[in-house]
Structure formats: structure tokens, C-alpha cells
């Protein structure tokens, strides 16, 4: 979710690379750096810098004649935000400069080849210059040594690589964006059309397995074979670019989901040895004397901790409580050497949630921050962190969020309760074979979004809706019930299915519209008697529904079998639902009344 720039022509390269590295800054990014090459010498110079792009044009040179260079900004996913991990990763010998998006998922096994190599950053990107080299040395020219080192590479990624011996740039492409814009000042290189919009509109998108060399023209190979790209004319404006052609950038992140959450768990799931690699180091000693686990979050993400509380209880056999973070305080009763405190915030940035977790520091509670931010506040005052790993997210409705929360969430379960001995290597495998499936099951949800987009559409002027779960489905109910009020304005509420019949059943009206998830793990069965009320008062029901969980419904939106992950992929259906109808009414859906993305007051 990084952002790739890179420019050869007759040009003057630093000021296009800066300039596409600025386009793709509206993702929000940390570091930023570029590699230029002298036209003279061929050596490769660079500069980078931690913080915003400019930074980085603080520290580059007003002219410079090189007309080859590649540039990147950084949405960090191993290790902080600093100036050494920002990109262009080099060689030991200056000769090879590579920025990457993505993850590299046996990088740990390629450091530890080393073969003399010094590493000088924590990223999973530097092993790719350290195999460029080693090619080299072994006699490869450069596009068989790039080739070489990305059939060494594992995971999803893109690279982009100044290589000594070639003039040009040198460029992979494996389940990450990457792509070729042709001008008339030069070619241009990039994660996403945005970085060379106000250049050219003419762009090669390459497929997965790509090589691309370009230098005076563009050679692309393809199974070891050299192939005719094929060259189209993006339409969009700069704004829609941006939004990767969706009206909105909740709806581009909604559908980002599959993508976001196969980086979640790219390189951490051992789903035959039931365990999982995360970067966690709790001590053995505290894990198996914990007699609780608390969850603190606001909004989103406490219902993301509703969700993950369960898992735990379910998975690890540990108590755990979840509180609010603005009433959150370390009550009595508690030991803090036997309680882990989890704060679960995308930002980290939170101030409600910060001030939970210093209250729990306070009192010497073990803490831990799950988040999607590198360097955030929150990092900086836990004992340990782990991140969701979702690339930025720009719509103040939190979505891809949320389910990497969960996900990422469900590995720390995998990760205590095979530590405490209390989950089986069996049990923890089916929940981390039901995460690798989780992807592939957005996926099937979006893919029916024209049927949501009716639902929403012939349901959207109802005087409130009541979204309804059991067990794990509750929490998507009151996510799901959230998202729609927060950017449709209408009156939503999220109840556990059992509650409505003590109080709430009295709203229900044939105006009211019923949504209910019913899901294994959800108590589907129970929940079907809660449907059966509300339908005897005339309202309609819409349910997300898994195998035969959905029978006698009328408006079924299908949920894949994935276990007690199923309430997770259900929540897709009702981000979609908030999505249409808000769009129905013209709502201002990215940026709606009152809300801010982050929350830096209590
Ligand atoms: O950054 P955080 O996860 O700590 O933010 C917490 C809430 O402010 C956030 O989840 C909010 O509820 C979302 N905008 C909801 O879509």
C-alpha cells in the first residue's frame, strides 16, 4: 500500500519523481525517498526522509541532470517510520537501488542467508538489492538478476529497481499494482495512474508475473518470454483516479478488502503447525499466569474488540472484558501482573484510547496496541505492538479497518491460546485455515453488491433500521447499525437478537427494516425466533445469511462458510447497505457532518 514513482526520458528526473511521489501523497504516508542515477557515471545517488514528502525535497538539490530515478513513499509495515527504513533499499556496493510495495513473506529466511551482506534497515524490502547483487556477481546481466531474485521472493509485491549495467528501469510485478505511463516527455513508472496523471493518460497496466525493462522504449516479458504490451487511455479525472474510479474512497476501501486482508495475514499464518508469527514477545511467564485480557477501543474498534473479546473466550480459554476506552478505568479486584490491557485503534492516534492505556501502564497492567499505524502515539506507550496492516485509509467510516482489526485480532488469540496450552493444534488450524479463506469470501460478497445496491435502494426512505446478531454476530450488528447512521443520517441501532423482545420490539413497525445476521457462530438458529417477532409486526427483514442459516427469508444477502469468521464477511453486506443508501441520499459519504478520521480529544 506503499506508493512506487519512476521516470527515464529527456527530462530532468528529480522534479517528476518528486512530483508523482506528492500525487500519491493524498494516501497519507510516513517516509518518502528517491534514487537518481548520473547520467555521466551511472552511479545511483539517494535521499530519504522520514516524515512527509517534503522532507524529502528539503533534502534533494534544486537541479540535478540525472533523467533516470525512482521515487516512493512509505505506508509502513516492518518496521517505524525512520529514515533508514524509508525506501530506496541498496546493495552493499551502491550498485542496485529498489523501491518495493507490499510484503515480502520469507524475508526473514533471505536475511538470514546474509552471504556477507550488510543489512542497514528492519524493512522485509532490502533482501531484494542484496539478491540483485549476489546475481550480478555471479555473472547474471541485470534483467536475468532481477528475475532471478523475484522467483526467490514469496508473498505479494511490487518492486522497481535502478540496476548498475542497465539504463533504465527495471520492474516486477506480483499481486501488487503496477504501472507504465507513456508520455511525451519520457516514461513514467508507478504504483497507480495518479502519480503520472497530469503527465500522460497512455498506460500499460502489467499483469501478475511481469518483468518490465524500460529504457528507450518498454520490453515486458511474461513466462520468460518478451510480449507486445498493450496500451490504453485512462478516462478519469485526477479526483476519480484517486478514488481508483469509485465515486468514493469508502467504497474504493470497502472493495480494497480482499487485498488489505491477504496483506493482514501474509507470512504469519502456519495453518498446518496451528500457530501463527507475529510480532509479539510476551513473556511465557505472563501469558501463563493471565487471568484476564482487556480489550479498550472507541467506535469501530470496540466493536472490533466485541468480536476479537469472543475469540479469545472461545480460542484461548482467558476472560476478557471490553470497555469503552472514555470509561475505561483499572478497576479493583484486578491483579496487573496477571492482566494483559489491548488497545485496538486504527489511528493509534486516539486520545480516548491513549488515555485508557496509560491509565492501564499506571497501574501495571501489560499492554499491547493493535493498530494499523507505525509510529503512532499508541505504539510508543505499549509493551508490545501489532499492526492490521491495512494500508491507509482516507474515508472517516472505518471499513477495511475493521476487518483487518478482527483478523489481525484473531491471530493474537491464536497466538495466547497455543501459548497457555488451552487451543489444540487442530482447532487453531480450521480458524486459521477459515482466515486464509476470509479474502477469497469478501470477495464473493462483493461480488454480489448490484443485489445489496437493489436492497439498499428500495429500503433506503424507512423510518429507522434495526441490524440484529447473536454471539458473534452482535458486533457486526452494532458495526453494522453504526456505519449507517454515521454517513446516511438515519436512525440505526444495533441490538443482541435476544434484547428486542425486552424493549426494543416496541419500536418495530412494517417501516422499520430488520437486518439480521445469521451466521455460524452467530446462534443463527436462536436468532431465526427473533426474525419471526419482528416479521408478526410487519417489518421486513433482510438477513446475511450462511449455508442454511437463511431459510423462510425473503431478502438473503450470502454469506461463504468460514466459520466463526462468517459474521466478519457478513459485515461486507451491511458496509455495502450503509454505502447505497447514503449514496441514495447524496450524503457527503467521505467526510460526513461532525465526524473527524481521528479522535484527538476526550
Ligand atoms: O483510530 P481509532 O480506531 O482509534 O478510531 C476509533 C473511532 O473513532 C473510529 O472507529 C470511528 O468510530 C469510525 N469513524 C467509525 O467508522
Not at 533523467?67 to 556496493?93: K, L, Q, V, Y
Request: with cysteine.
Amino acid at each position: 500500500m506503499c506508493g512506487i514513482t519512476g521516470y527515464i526520458g529527456d527530462d530532468e528526473a528529480l522534479p517528476r519523481v518528486l512530483s508523482g511521489l506528492r500525487n500519491l501523497e493524498y494516501r497519507g504516508y510516513d517516509s518518502a525517498g528517491v534514487a537518481l542515477v548520473d547520467p555521466a557515471s551511472g552511479a545511483i545517488t539517494t535521499y530519504k526522509r522520514s516524515g512527509e514528502v517534503d522532507a524529502l525535497v528539503d533534502a534533494t538539490p534544486e537541479q540535478s541532470p540525472s533523467r533516470c530515478a525512482i521515487g516512493h513513499t512509505r505506508w509502513s509495515t516492518h518496521g517505524p517510520p525512520t529514515d533508514e527504513n524509508a525506501h530506496p533499499h541498496a546493495d552493499c556496493h551502491g550498485r542496485v537501488a529498489v523501491v518495493h510495495n507490499g510484503i515480502i513473506e520469507n524475508y526473514e529466511t533471505l536475511r538470514a542467508e546474509r552471504d556477507g551482506c550488510t543489512f542497514t534497515s528492519d524493512t522485509d524490502t532490502e533482501v531484494i538489492p542484496h539478491l540483485i547483487e549476489k546475481r550480478l556477481a555471479a555473472g547474471d546481466d541485470p534483467i536475468t538478476a532481477v528475475r532471478a531474485a523475484s522467483d526467490r521472493l514469496t508473498g505479494s509485491f511490487a518492486f522497481c529497481a535502478l540496476v548498475d549495467g542497465f539504463a533504465g528501469l527495471l520492474a516486477v510485478r506480483n499481486d501488487s499494482p503496477l504501472v507504465i505511463g507513456h508520455g511525451d516527455d519520457g516514461t513514467y513508472l508507478a504504483s497507480d495512474v495518479t502519480a503520472f496523471l497530469d503527465r500522460t493518460r497512455s498506460v500499460t497496466y502489467l499483469e501478475d508475473g511481469d518483468i518490465a525493462a524500460v529504457d528507450d522504449g518498454v520490453s515486458v516479458y511474461r513466462n520468460g518470454e518478451s510480449i507486445e504490451p498493450t496500451t490504453e487511455t485512462i478516462e478519469w479525472d485526477a479526483d476519480a483516479a484517486e478514488k481508483g474510479g469509485y465515486d468514493h474512497y469508502m467504497h474504493k476501501e470497502i472493495h480494497e478488502q480482499p487485498q488489505a486482508l491477504r496483506q493482514t495475514i501474509s507470512g504469519r499464518l502456519d495453518i498446518d503447525g496451528g500457530d501463527v508469527d507475529i510480532e509479539l514477545s510476551i513473556p511465557s511467564a505472563h501469558l501463563d499466569s493471565l487471568e484476564e485480557i482487556q480489550f479498550v477501543a472507541c467506535g469501530t474498534s470496540y466493536y472490533a474488540a466485541l468480536y476479537a473479546a469472543r475469540l479469545c473466550e472461545t480460542l484461548a480459554d482467558v476472560r476478557t472484558t471490553v470497555t469503552i476506552a472514555s470509561e475505561y478505568d483499572f478497576e479493583g479486584g484486578r491483579d496487573p501482573w496477571r492482566t494483559l490491557t489491548i488497545a485496538v485503534t486504527q489511528s493509534g492516534e486516539t486520545a480516548d484510547t491513549l488515555s485508557a492505556i496509560r491509565a492501564a501502564n499506571q497501574a501495571g497492567a501489560r499492554t499491547l496496541a493493535v493498530t494499523n499505524t507505525l509510529g503512532s502515539t499508541v505504539t510508543r506507550e505499549v509493551d508490545d505492538s501489532v499492526f492490521i496492516r491495512a494500508g491507509p485509509e482516507i474515508g472517516v467510516a472505518a471499513t477495511k479497518t475493521f476487518a483487518a482489526q478482527v483478523s489481525t485480532l484473531a491471530l493474537v488469540a491464536v497466538y495466547i491460546g497455543r501459548r497457555r496450552g488451552t487451543l489444540s493444534t487442530a482447532r487453531a488450524s480450521t480458524l486459521l485455515e477459515n482466515l486464509r479463506e476470509v479474502p477469497g469470501a469478501v470477495q464473493q460478497v462483493l461480488d454480489t453488491e448490484a443485489d445489496i445496491e437493489a436492497i439498499a435502494a428500495e429500503y433506503a426512505d424507512s423510518d429507522a433500521f434495526f441490524f440484529i446478531g447473536r454471539a458473534f454476530a452482535h458486533p457486526v450488528a452494532l458495526e453494522g447499525a453504526l456505519k449507517l447512521k454515521e454517513i446516511s443520517y438515519d436512525h440505526a441501532e444495533g441490538f443482541a437478537a435476544g434484547e428486542l423482545k425486552h424493549g426494543p420490539l416496541a419500536l418495530v413497525t412494517e417501516d422499520t427494516p430488520v437486518l439480521a445476521t445469521l451466521t455460524n457462530g452467530g446462534r443463527a438458529e436462536k436468532t431465526r425466533n427473533n426474525i419471526k417477532e419482528v416479521q408478526a409486526r410487519g417489518a421486513p427483514v433482510i438477513a446475511a445469511t450462511s449455508g442454511a442459516n437463511g431459510t423462510h427469508i425473503d431478502e438473503r444477502c450470502p454469506v461463504p462458510d468460514v466459520g466463526l469468521l462468517e459474521s466478519l464477511v457478513a459485515n461486507v453486506h451491511w458496509q455495502l447497505f450503509a454505502y447505497h443508501v447514503a449514496a441514495h441520499k447524496g450524503r457527503p459519504i467521505d467526510k460526513p457532518r461532525n465526524l473527524a478520521k481521528s479522535v484527538t480529544v476526550e
